[in-house]
């Protein structure tokens, strides 16, 4: 079993930047890839990054892509999303998930450990 806490959510104004953090225990990151994923009310859980188990390789979706930076620590137990130039549209619970999704990384069903989550809000 792997137990994912998400942090660092909050407010921030339109512009802004925030650095989310996900923290495993009982195991650690080593053999999984960790991606974030989001959802906003009234809307679907979507993909925004993914960082491989070596953290060789990331992905992002295209409506964060250039605004986001998913890495992964030293201790490979925790992984930090920081987020610039953030949006209104940016506003859900962002989501740490982990597993070997391979192919279907942008794909929440891929994903067998997920966190609780943390609220963000961007403000115009």
């Known amino acids: 079993q792997v137990q994912l806490v998400e942090s660092g959510g909050g407010l921030v104004q339109a512009g802004g930047s925030l650095r989310l953090s996900c923290a495993a225990s009982g195991r650690t990151f080593s053999n999984l890839a960790v991606a974030w994923f989001r959802q906003a009310p009234g809307k679907e859980r979507e993909f925004a990054a993914v960082i491989s188990v070596n953290g060789g390789a990331t992905y992002y979706a295209g409506s964060v892509k250039g605004r986001v930076t998913i890495s992964r620590d030293n201790a490979k137990s925790t992984v930090t999303l920081q987020m610039n130039s953030l949006k209104p549209e940016d506003t859900a619970v962002y989501y740490c998930?982990?597993?070997?999704?391979?192919?279907?990384?942008?794909?929440?069903?891929?994903?067998?450990?997920w966190g609780q989550g943390t609220q963000v809000t961007v403000s115009s």
């Open positions: 998930a982990a597993g070997s999704p391979y192919a279907d990384y942008a794909r929440a069903t891929a994903y067998e450990y």
